[in-house]
């Protein structure tokens, strides 16, 4: 079977970065599982996978634009600090999900000021170039279930966190998972590679 719109397919992958740096794999661990055609990935990878089949390697080399796009200078915000009341311990690198006019958006803390604390609501790799190297590990028909709720029902690994792939590097296609390239914040995801998310 090859990929195609309505199908669920398993790969391994390692993801690079611009600068040649591995930002993470799942070789070794468990393999991510997703349903194409439903913005589970970032849309470059997605495209690449298309009508591949199980057992197919390949290297993605997926353009900013095609990946977590640009920085958007908008979505960094200095915010009051007592915006934070009641949370201890608020350092650089600490992440929050944020309630915007655009729904909850997973922002990192990247400086504290005196009275107020500086976030960023980018991906962690936006304004990046990608490059995967992809393994093909199984392709499946999706269920009705399945193609209905977005994503696959099976356990599977999620790739790259911080939306690797994922558009959403968050982990759920439902409101609590994002996946590997996909754009929800495990796309443009929070905790997944090549995930698109919802994001």
Do not use: W
């Not at 600090?81 to 655009?102: C, H, K, N, W, Y």
Request: hydrophobic share 30%; net charge negative.
């Amino acid at each position: 079977m090859i990929i195609d719109a309505k199908t669920v397919v398993t790969i391994h992958y390692r993801l690079h970065n611009s600068a040649g740096e591995k930002i993470e794999e799942s070789f070794g661990g468990a393999p991510m599982e997703y349903l194409h055609g439903a913005q589970n990935l970032i849309p470059g990878l997605e495209a690449q996978l298309q009508g591949k089949k199980a057992g197919d390697t390949f290297t993605a080399d997926i353009a900013e634009e095609d990946a977590y796009g640009a920085i958007e200078p908008g979505l960094v915000q200095e915010v009051p600090l007592s915006a934070f009341e009641g949370v201890d311990d608020i350092i650089p690198g600490t992440r929050f999900m944020a309630q915007t006019e655009q729904g909850p958006r997973p922002v990192v803390v990247t400086e504290v000021k005196d009275d107020t604390v500086i976030v960023d609501g980018n991906h962690p790799m936006a304004g990046q170039a990608l490059s995967f190297y992809v393994e093909v590990a199984d392709v499946r028909a999706a269920t009705e279930d399945e193609v209905a709720h977005g994503h696959p029902h099976q356990e599977g690994g999620c790739c790259g966190g911080g939306g690797c792939g994922s558009h959403d590097h968050d982990h759920s296609h439902d409101d609590d998972h994002e996946c590997c390239g996909g754009s929800g914040d495990c796309a443009k995801g929070d905790d997944c590679c090549g995930g698109h998310g919802h994001h």
